[in-house]
């Protein structure tokens, strides 16, 4: 293999530079390159090298990145990650001095994007090794990029077509991939609220809409906005490309239970087919009204539940459960009236422990306030009286 000389890589820049070809520039600062490998741009020390060859609003870029280059090639990713931030940060600095130009902006992609990754590595490294919390590298990752939402965000004297907005909703995605990973989905809001305020919100990229419609879908589900939830992700999963599986499936574990507390049952084939076999007996449970299904279900893939961050979503499953199981109560009854300990007779046949006839009340008044049945409590007469007409509407009209 042939690497690249410094000489060489500087007037690489240089043409990519006064071209203001953002696709060039930014390839010859992307870890993904083959002149990261380069042992020739592997320098401690490059601004001497740098400011001799590189145009001044530029230079800081570059020799910022030959120094994180050089870390990554030693192996220390902590120290990469904290000269990424000198990157991103030089980078924010740089695209301020271009009033009304968006060419960078593939540089700011690609800079943001590789400090990220390096701030996940570095987080692992001083996480297991003690010298940091869980997330410390991450929170500052995101500081850094902060640098570059503001200028962004404030280039609005610009005209669409060279506006720097173009280039917030990419940020935004790496945004929402920090927070989501140090749990810190409060500040998703503002984030959230600069892209709908976009009057050109809908014309981003595909690629990347579709990215911050999982992450918004998967945030509008845990504030427990299901019909938000559904829209966004439903909106993922149909334009996530077909050949992207394994996209399509970690949408689905979002998807499958929003569907479900929504009304709607998942065919048993899109499990099959995207290999999430966990969610089939939820599903089977769900519509037999088996409770005792359900609750062995959620604890024997437990694991799988929690770590996808899904198991307290799924827990209120159950409130469906005990409506197909009430329905068949009524059903097998064949009256309008029924006594209360039937259902709870139901329950415990179901091996639901520590519920009495209170309970059981307090349950059925639930499902009467949602709209999952229709009817009303003779507290008094210990009965239970539903509609003579749709006694149990469907989940979806709930």
């Known amino acids: 293999?042939?690497?690249?000389?410094l000489n060489d890589y500087l007037q690489r820049v240089m043409g990519a530079f006064f071209n203001q070809d953002g696709e060039a520039l930014?390839?010859?600062i992307s870890f993904r390159d083959p002149h990261a490998m380069s042992p020739h741009l592997m320098l401690e020390k490059p601004e001497r090298d740098v400011e001799r060859c590189i145009d001044p609003s530029v230079s800081e870029v570059i020799a910022a990145h030959l120094r994180a280059v050089w870390a990554a090639g030693n192996g220390d990713c902590v120290e990469a990650w904290k000269t990424q931030m000198l990157v991103v940060q030089s980078v924010s600095r740089f695209m301020s001095e271009f009033k009304e130009e968006n060419w960078m902006l593939p540089v700011m992609y690609t800079t943001c994007l590789d400090l990220r990754l390096y701030?996940?590595?570095?987080?692992y490294k001083l996480t297991r090794s003690g010298n940091s919390k869980a997330g410390e590298t991450l929170e500052k990752a995101a500081e850094a990029l902060m640098s570059c939402f503001r200028v962004c965000a404030a280039d609005t004297?610009?005209?669409?077509?060279?506006t720097k907005r173009w280039g917030l909703l990419y940020l935004v995605n790496q945004f929402f991939k920090i927070y989501f990973k140090i749990n810190k989905l409060n500040l998703c809001k503002p984030m959230i609220r600069a892209i709908e305020a976009q009057p050109f919100k809908d014309r981003y990229s595909l690629s990347q809409l579709i990215t911050y419609k999982y992450y918004t879908g998967r945030k509008s589900m845990f504030d427990s906005d299901f019909k938000s939830a559904d829209e966004a992700l439903s909106f993922a999963f149909e334009r996530c490309h077909i050949g992207s599986r394994?996209?399509?499936?970690?949408?689905l574990i979002y998807l499958i239970p929003v569907k479900m507390l929504l009304g709607y049952l998942p065919k048993d084939y899109i499990m099959q087919r995207y290999n999430l076999a966990e969610f089939r007996e939820v599903v089977s449970a769900v519509r037999?009204?088996?409770v005792r299904l359900l609750s062995e279900t959620l604890a024997r893939h437990e694991s799988f539940f929690i770590g996808a961050g899904i198991y307290l979503i799924l827990e209120k499953l159950k409130i469906l459960a005990y409506r197909n199981l009430f329905k068949k109560v009524f059903l097998i009854r064949g009256s309008h009236q029924i006594e209360i300990a039937y259902f709870l007779q139901s329950l415990k046949w179901m091996c639901v422990e520590d519920v009495d006839l209170d309970e059981t009340e307090c349950i059925l008044a639930n499902m009467i306030y949602e709209g999952r049945m229709k009817g009303y409590i003779s507290h008094?007469?210990?009965?239970?009286?539903?509609?003579?007409?749709?006694a149990f509407p469907p989940l979806s009209a709930c």
């Not at 701030?119 to 987080?123: I, Q």
């Not at 394994?246 to 949408?251: D, L």
């Not at 008094?380 to 749709?390: E, G, I, N, T, Y």
């Open 1 to 5: 293999m042939v690497f690249m000389s």
């Open 26 to 28: 930014a390839e010859l």
């Open 119 to 123: 701030a996940l590595a570095a987080d």
């Open 157 to 162: 004297r610009a005209g669409e077509e060279c």
């Open 246 to 251: 394994k996209n399509k499936r970690r949408i």
């Open 288 to 290: 037999q009204g088996n």
């Open 380 to 390: 008094a007469h210990r009965k239970l009286v539903v509609s003579k007409k749709d």
